[in-house]
């Protein structure tokens, strides 16, 4: 994908989208295919925020970030026919647990393997999981129709809001009553108190439980994580759900796809090209002002930026009300995450003696417990990050050899837990890096005994070069917490999830807003399609 300029060719457009993540870009790519004359501003020199791909070592290509697919709204892959553009999903085909002195639990795309897998620890848990994957398919379903519209809004009276109100409670009626209960635990215990009155074995609650916490400031046992699991549970891919998949070449090449896209529709996209305040006169955005001090006009101005750094860092200071500004303040970012990507000059080997790679084709999560995963938590809650992590890794290559030199592999790890604030205060991360690296190398050699053989190079990412990087305050991978009190009709702020802002033609279309984080597209697509149902833009 090749920017149209490096920097904007028009002293006027209709939109300007700030920021060139995914989101963004699906927004742009909406508002061009409507005619609309975009322009799009990027900080960095490539497009995508947390969705890239960087070759970070020659030959190896990383995915840095955001590193599997599933979310992705299937309905925005076929409106904007982003396969043309370039989007291949490769789907992950097992789920992989090492388990210490053990051959681990592997769930795989068949059921019946699956279920002999389970039988090894509990074979009340082999035989219930399938109705338990049921279940689960039945709730996403269901929450399906809400992160595909804008969110409700209860407090309002208008007609229209109460049809739609009306509508999601016929749904719910339509539940039957065990299922009504189990969306409502869903969305108020924890992770593991939900699972518990499904399964009693470990791995195999753990394996489980650590959906709940990616990306949150929790631990797998606070109130609130059940909701998280099912975020990750409804994952869709050709219409299978509970898929999840890489994208060939990486995640960056999702965000290329958008770009591409929206190029096709005439949007123009910048790199390069930072932003440093949103110019407003009379309550009313009217354009942009670079950071060499150009200034761009828009009929209206849409932020992809995480909501701290749309209102506490680009919006002059005395344009916001103080009630809507102490809100913004009190939204939750606490960073949690780290990620940290391998350069391997061969697949290590995995302790178990499995033969094969099979199993390391999805993903491999390193949780052998409930208490693991706790303890892990315990240390972050006291401002360090863990020494004995939750990790989520994938090897990509195996998959998709495009991201390695022949015969060698890319494992990426998500980390979980690296406070963004440490005890010695987030400044201080780059002094501790390097042994937030060598304690997850050190977790991963429990399960891959030789895996420091294999190392060529790495690259480790805390939540403070996150939030350098990429803009992401606190670097928080979803923009904000997804906790009760931050989704839907209260994400970012009550009264403000529509996508407007109390600036006049300022807008929002980041994960900062309804439906939330991840590789999803869905806030990009629906703040678009409100601003045209509007005709604010």
């Not at 904007?80 to 388990?99: A, S, W």
């Not at 929450?143 to 739609?164: F, M, Q």
């Not at 123009?268 to 354009?287: F, K, M, W």
């Not at 200034?295 to 909501?307: G, R």
């Amino acid at each position: 994908m090749n920017p149209t300029a490096s920097k904007p060719t028009k002293s006027s457009y209709d939109a300007i989208v700030i920021g060139g993540g995914h989101n963004g870009l699906v927004c742009a790519a909406y508002l061009g295919r409507a005619g609309k004359k975009v322009l799009v501003v990027e900080k960095r020199p490539v497009v995508g925020g947390a969705a890239v791909s960087e070759e970070v070592v020659p030959g190896f290509t990383f995915s840095v970030f955001s590193y599997v697919v599933s979310l992705f709204r299937p309905h925005i892959i076929r409106e904007l026919d982003l396969p043309r553009h370039g989007m291949q999903i490769l789907p992950m085909e097992t789920t992989y647990n090492p388990v210490p002195d053990d051959r681990g639990l592997v769930r795989w795309g068949d059921a019946a393997r699956t279920r002999r897998e389970i039988e090894r620890f509990s074979p009340n848990d082999a035989s219930i999981y399938p109705e338990f994957g049921l279940a689960m398919s039945r709730l996403s379903r269901f929450t399906k129709n809400i992160i595909d519209t804008t969110a409700p809004e209860p407090a309002s009276l208008h007609p229209k809001e109460l049809i739609k109100l009306l509508k999601l409670a016929k749904q719910f009626k339509d539940f039957d009553g065990d299922m009504r209960y189990l969306n409502l635990k869903l969305m108020t215990m924890s992770a593991v108190d939900f699972l518990e009155e499904w399964f009693e074995s470990e791995p195999l609650l753990p394996a489980m439980a650590g959906s709940g916490i990616i990306g949150t400031f929790m631990g797998v046992r606070s109130p609130g994580t059940a909701y998280v699991l099912l975020h990750h549970y409804m994952g869709e891919i050709d219409g299978a759900y509970r898929a999840w998949g890489f994208a060939k070449g990486g995640t960056g090449q999702i965000s290329l796809a958008c770009a591409r896209a929206a190029q096709s529709f005439g949007v123009e996209i910048v790199t390069d090209v930072g932003v440093s305040s949103i110019d407003i006169a009379n309550g009313r955005a009217r354009g942009i002002v670079l950071d060499n001090g150009d200034q761009v006009s828009a009929k209206t101005v849409i932020s992809s930026l995480d909501p701290n750094r749309t209102f506490l860092k680009l919006i002059p200071e005395g344009q916001l009300d103080s009630d809507f500004t102490a809100s913004i303040r009190r939204y939750k970012n606490r960073g949690s995450s780290g990620k940290v990507n391998l350069a391997l000059d061969r697949l290590p080997t995995f302790a178990g003696g499995r033969e094969g790679d099979h199993h390391l084709r999805g993903d491999v999560t390193y949780a052998p417990t409930i208490d693991y995963i706790e303890k892990a938590y315990d240390e972050a809650k006291y401002g360090q990050f863990s020494r004995n992590p939750f990790l989520n890794i994938v090897i990509p290559s195996l998959n998709d050899p495009s991201v390695a030199p022949p015969g060698k592999h890319v494992l990426s790890a998500f980390v979980q837990y690296a406070p963004y604030n440490i005890r010695e205060g987030a400044e201080n991360w780059p002094q501790q890096r390097d042994a937030f690296g060598e304690a997850v190398i050190d977790t991963i050699e429990e399960f891959c005994p030789d895996i420091r053989d294999c190392l060529i190079d790495k690259q480790v990412i805390s939540p403070w070069d996150i939030e350098r990087m990429i803009g992401l305050t606190e670097g928080n991978i979803f923009q904000g917490e997804l906790s009760l009190e931050q989704l839907a009709f209260l994400r970012p702020v009550a009264g403000w999830s529509r996508y407007q802002t109390p600036i006049d033609q300022l807008w929002m279309c980041g994960s900062g807003t309804h439906p939330g984080g991840g590789v999803m597209g869905a806030p990009g697509e629906l703040s678009a399609k409100t601003m045209l149902s509007k005709k604010a833009v």
